[in-house]
Nanobody
């Protein structure tokens, strides 16, 4: 089992920044690729970013590329999502997830999920 806890969400004005964190406990953190997803009201959960087990490779959706940065610190069992130039359309609940088999854009590939943290961007 892997337990994931997100933090860092909140209310921010358009153009502002937030940094999300996801702390993991349980099985060996470095064995898992990690991802961030988000879900807005009435919409399906969508892929935001992912990072490989070592942190050497990162992947982004087109909608956040150039604005968001995913990173991980395996010594601290934590991943981060630095979000800059936020837009109202970034408003959603953000989830981190862990995948044994490697990163993917498809949520079903991920084995463990956090409870989510709300990000609200006002215009």
């Amino acid at each position: 089992q892997v337990q994931l806890v997100e933090s860092g969400g909140g209310l921010v004005q358009a153009g502002g920044s937030l940094r999300l964190s996801c702390a993991a406990s349980g099985r060996t953190f470095s064995n898992y690729a990690m991802g961030w997803f988000r879900q807005a009201p009435g919409k399906e959960r969508e892929f935001v970013a992912a990072i490989s087990r070592s942190g050497g490779s990162t992947y982004y959706s087109d909608s956040v590329k150039g604005r968001f940065t995913i990173s991980r610190d395996n010594a601290k069992n934590t991943i981060y999502l630095q979000m800059n130039s936020l837009k109202p359309e970034d408003t959603a609940v953000y989830y981190c997830a862990a995948a044994r088999t490697g990163w993917d854009k498809v949520p079903n590939v991920y084995n463990y999920w956090g409870q989510g943290t709300q990000v609200t961007v006002s215009s």
